[in-house]
């Protein structure tokens, strides 16, 4: 949440990962950028999870369709007019498929990269949320979407290049990406737009909207007794989640140059989750600090050690979430909660003293009383 | 070979499949109707249970030793989900959605160790002579349809378990205060039940039962790291198909399931089969929010 006395700090990290770009190499400036791209998508998801209760193991699949739409257009834009994408000729196409047509108009990708994800998400959530169904079983249904849709994008390899994705971009709007300076603006304007996300969250988080997204999370029949429909509520809240969902995915197509559907599965979809959780889930900057931090480890151990990197993440789902449910930003509530006992689920029979005191039914004694 | 054998030839390898998954969502029907608890790494007792059989063929030869395999199978992933649920789950009641989270977590890592024990690549199970044979129809118009005996023999085995699980909750002790945890926690707490031993005790019979499924599993395709993982994804559906009010809904729900990828791959592809049945799902959900069989109740349910 923005508070005024957090203002300047705000500030002072906006100015340092805006002077990033003379400060770290290259490489790792684009690992930034990427970095920066994914926690547009964790600023989503803190709303959906942290905020509206509501967690997404599907959140991959909104990424990825943001960043197809734009790929689509990048696609396109790369090719003399008339021809085709090389995969669609290896695969036997002729023609250009209906559905990719409308991408060669840049503004039409830009507009579908906020749409579909959107859009999809709204129609899902409602499906669902309208009959009352949620919590677990909504989270499972995510995951399906995920599996169905990256084996489905996979298996359609005439139209969406299959396993490989899509890539060999040259230039966007009349940029091109290969170009230094247009990956340094291309950074920039990451940052600028991860900096208009988070604003525009903490506003809306402390908006009447923000208020009843948190008490649905806490206690949804009781916001019904109030006289609130909270579906509308949770769907408004997933869609958006979608949205930047789609935004991030496409800043990171831009950013790579690809985007496959290894990129969209349900491992990666479960990934972002444990960004948002290292974080804490319901703190929108705890949420860039985890991708962050999240990342940059995963970068770090996954070239040191790669067989380590998946026995890393099953260890930080396992901690955070006994140890640590309110995250790094949650740190301190954390440690001021005492530890529950272990009860051991066997009873052992007790030994009874044999003087056992019998149980009388008399009045307590005065100080007994609290 | 006629349409209608080709029909009859994919329906029953329809029911097969539904055999399995019945065997894969039943522990997790159980438990999270029981305890409100969704174990992610329930898959992986499926491979555990499959890696289980392979090694325990390494040691016991003869024509029983595929039986030895179903009960080290059975035994081993049930002392594994005993396992998990006194180091984790235990700690996460009343957090649905974050013991999902943790077992993921604990999925991940079986996953790992079952790569660096076993190879990325899977490992082939060989099924016993005795059920390497089919019944085939030479004449009439089931000619040309052939029933493996393994895949009727998995049949068998998810109809007999659940045969047993039924009647061990309906019927012995334990049942009873299983179904009494089920319906009231509190009310069964002060009566003296040790519900907490009742929810351990049906973890493990869940991932028992788990692994009797990654065994059956195995005669049909290799076992590999990631193979609970395809696989549960399934298992979760059809709990939602299910619903968590009765073995009778789930059983329904596999063979929905089962029968219906089955019969949508007659036309269509594996992966657009996929899609379709999670449409489905969906649509279903329009119609029985709650599961294909459920159990009034006037309490509000959170789950």
Same mark, same amino acid.
């Given at each position: 949440?923005?508070?005024?006395?957090?203002?300047?700090?705000?500030?002072?990290?906006?100015?340092?990962?805006?002077?990033?770009?003379?400060?770290?190499?290259?490489?790792?400036?684009?690992?930034?950028?990427?970095?920066?791209?994914?926690?547009?998508?964790?600023?989503?998801?803190?709303?959906?999870?942290?905020?509206?209760?509501?967690?997404?193991?599907?959140?991959?699949?909104?990424?990825?369709?943001? #960043?197809?739409?734009?790929?689509?257009?990048?696609?396109?834009?790369?090719?003399? =007019?008339?021809?085709?994408?090389?995969?669609?000729?290896?695969?036997?196409?002729?023609?250009?498929?209906?559905?990719?047509?409308?991408?060669?108009?840049?503004?039409?990708?830009?507009?579908?990269?906020?749409?579909?994800?959107?859009?999809?998400?709204?129609?899902?959530?409602?499906?669902?949320?309208?009959?009352?169904?949620?919590?677990?079983?909504?989270?499972?249904?995510?995951?399906?979407?995920?599996?169905?849709?990256?084996?489905?994008?996979?298996?359609?390899?005439?139209?969406?290049?299959?396993?490989?994705?899509?890539?060999?971009?040259?230039?966007?709007?009349?940029?091109?990406?290969?170009?230094?300076?247009?990956?340094?603006?291309?950074?920039?304007?990451?940052?600028?737009?991860?900096?208009?996300?988070?604003?525009?969250?903490?506003?809306?988080?402390?908006?009447?909207?923000?208020?009843?997204?948190?008490?649905?999370?806490?206690?949804?029949?009781?916001v019904r007794f109030l006289g609130y429909n909270p579906t509308p509520y949770k769907v408004a809240v997933f869609a958006l989640g979608a949205l930047l969902a789609g935004l991030a995915g496409a800043l990171f197509t831009l950013h790579v140059g690809v985007i496959s559907p290894a990129l969209i599965g349900v491992v990666p979809s479960i990934e972002m989750i444990i960004w948002v959780a290292v974080g804490g889930r319901a703190s929108l900057? #705890?949420?860039?600090?985890?991708?962050?931090?999240?990342?940059?480890?995963?970068?770090?151990?996954?070239?040191?050690?790669?067989?380590?990197?998946?026995?890393?993440?099953?260890?930080?789902?396992?901690?955070?979430?006994?140890?640590? =449910?309110? #995250?790094?930003?949650?740190?301190?509530?954390?440690?001021?909660?005492?530890?529950?006992?272990?009860?051991? =689920?066997?009873?052992?029979?007790?030994?009874?003293?044999?003087?056992?005191?019998?149980?009388?039914?008399?009045?307590?004694?005065?100080?007994?009383?609290? | 070979?006629?349409?209608?054998?080709?029909?009859?030839?994919? /329906?029953?390898?329809?029911?097969?499949?539904? $055999?399995?998954?019945?065997?894969?969502?039943?522990?997790?029907?159980?438990?999270?109707?029981?305890?409100h608890v969704i174990n992610m790494a329930h898959g992986e007792m499926l491979m555990v249970g499959g890696y289980l059989s392979f090694l325990t063929l390494k040691f016991v030869h003869g024509p029983a030793a595929f039986l030895a395999c179903l009960l080290v199978a059975f035994a081993g992933a049930? /002392?594994?989900?005993?396992?998990?649920?006194?180091?984790?789950?235990?700690?996460?009641?009343?957090?649905?959605?974050?013991?999902?989270?943790?077992?993921?977590?604990?999925?991940?890592?079986?996953? &790992?160790?079952?790569?660096?024990?076993?190879?990325?690549?899977?490992?082939?199970?060989? +099924?016993?002579?005795?059920?390497?044979?089919?019944? $085939?129809?030479? &004449?009439?118009?089931?000619?040309?349809?052939?029933?493996?005996?393994?895949?009727?023999?998995?049949?068998?085995?998810?109809? +007999?378990?659940?045969? @047993?699980?039924? *009647?061990?909750?309906?019927?012995?002790?334990?049942?009873?205060?299983?179904?009494?945890?089920?319906?009231?926690?509190?009310?069964?707490?002060?009566?003296?039940?040790?519900?907490?031993?009742?929810?351990?005790?049906?973890?493990?019979?869940? @991932?028992?039962?788990?692994? /009797?499924?990654?065994?059956?599993?195995?005669?049909?395709?290799?076992?590999?790291?990631?193979?609970?993982?395809?696989?549960?994804?399934?298992?979760?559906?059809?709990?939602?198909?299910?619903?968590?009010?009765?073995?009778?809904?789930?059983?329904? +729900?596999?063979?929905?399931?089962?029968?219906?990828?089955?019969?949508?791959?007659?036309?269509? @592809?594996?992966?657009? +089969?996929?899609?379709? /049945?999670?449409?489905?799902?969906?649509?279903?959900? &329009?119609?029985?929010?709650?599961? *294909?069989?459920?159990?009034?109740?006037?309490?509000?349910?959170?789950?």
């Amino acid at each position: 949440m923005l508070k005024h006395a957090q203002f300047p700090l705000y500030a002072l990290a906006l100015a340092l990962f805006a002077f990033a770009p003379e400060l770290v190499s290259p490489y790792h400036l684009s690992l930034l950028g990427r970095f920066l791209a994914f926690a547009i998508l964790a600023l989503g998801l803190t709303l959906v999870w942290g905020y509206g209760g509501i967690l997404s193991l599907g959140q991959g699949v909104f990424f990825g369709l943001g #960043g197809y739409c734009l790929a689509m257009h990048l696609k396109l834009a790369a090719l003399p =007019p008339g021809e085709i994408p090389d995969f669609m000729q290896w695969s036997g196409l002729t023609q250009l498929p209906w559905f990719w047509a409308p991408f060669r108009n840049p503004y039409f990708a830009l507009a579908a990269l906020f749409l579909v994800p959107a859009l999809l998400a709204a129609g899902l959530a409602w499906l669902v949320f309208h009959r009352r169904v949620g919590g677990v079983y909504f989270a499972l249904i995510t995951q399906a979407l995920a599996l169905a849709l990256s084996t489905f994008v996979i298996s359609q390899q005439p139209y969406t290049g299959g396993f490989n994705g899509l890539t060999d971009f040259s230039s966007f709007l009349g940029f091109t990406l290969t170009d230094p300076s247009t990956q340094r603006l291309l950074y920039w304007l990451t940052l600028a737009v991860l900096a208009l996300a988070f604003a525009f969250c903490s506003w809306l988080v402390r908006s009447n909207f923000g208020k009843l997204l948190t008490a649905i999370r806490d206690g949804e029949n009781r916001v019904r007794f109030l006289g609130y429909n909270p579906t509308p509520y949770k769907v408004a809240v997933f869609a958006l989640g979608a949205l930047l969902a789609g935004l991030a995915g496409a800043l990171f197509t831009l950013h790579v140059g690809v985007i496959s559907p290894a990129l969209i599965g349900v491992v990666p979809s479960i990934e972002m989750i444990i960004w948002v959780a290292v974080g804490g889930r319901a703190s929108l900057a #705890g949420a860039v600090l985890g991708t962050l931090i999240v990342n940059f480890g995963k970068d770090w151990i996954s070239s040191a050690m790669p067989d380590l990197w998946l026995i890393v993440m099953g260890l930080l789902f396992i901690l955070v979430v006994t140890a640590l =449910p309110g #995250g790094l930003t949650g740190l301190g509530a954390s440690l001021r909660r005492p530890v529950p006992a272990f009860r051991f =689920p066997f009873r052992f029979p007790e030994r009874k003293p044999s003087s056992a005191p019998t149980v009388s039914i008399v009045a307590p004694e005065a100080e007994d009383l609290p | 070979m006629g349409d209608s054998a080709v029909l009859l030839g994919q /329906l029953f390898n329809g029911v097969s499949v539904a $055999s399995i998954l019945l065997l894969a969502a039943m522990g997790l029907v159980l438990s999270f109707g029981l305890m409100h608890v969704i174990n992610m790494a329930h898959g992986e007792m499926l491979m555990v249970g499959g890696y289980l059989s392979f090694l325990t063929l390494k040691f016991v030869h003869g024509p029983a030793a595929f039986l030895a395999c179903l009960l080290v199978a059975f035994a081993g992933a049930a /002392l594994l989900g005993a396992l998990l649920e006194l180091s984790v789950v235990r700690w996460l009641y009343g957090r649905p959605l974050d013991t999902l989270l943790a077992t993921w977590g604990v999925s991940l890592i079986l996953q &790992q160790a079952a790569r660096s024990i076993f190879g990325p690549i899977g490992v082939e199970l060989t +099924a016993p002579a005795w059920l390497n044979r089919s019944f $085939s129809f030479t &004449q009439g118009w089931l000619a040309g349809v052939q029933l493996p005996y393994i895949r009727v023999f998995i049949i068998v085995l998810s109809a +007999a378990v659940l045969g @047993s699980v039924a *009647l061990f909750i309906g019927r012995s002790q334990w049942g009873m205060l299983l179904r009494a945890v089920h319906q009231d926690r509190e009310m069964a707490e002060s009566l003296g039940v040790n519900t907490r031993l009742v929810d351990l005790l049906v973890f493990a019979l869940g @991932s028992g039962v788990a692994g /009797l499924a990654g065994s059956a599993l195995a005669l049909i395709s290799p076992v590999t790291p990631t193979v609970g993982q395809s696989f549960i994804v399934y298992a979760f559906l059809v709990t939602i198909v299910g619903g968590l009010g009765s073995l009778l809904g789930t059983a329904l +729900a596999a063979l929905l399931v089962g029968i219906f990828s089955a019969a949508v791959q007659i036309n269509f @592809s594996l992966s657009t +089969a996929d899609v379709l /049945l999670l449409l489905m799902v969906v649509a279903l959900i &329009q119609f029985r929010p709650r599961g *294909l069989i459920t159990r009034n109740s006037r309490s509000l349910s959170e789950a």
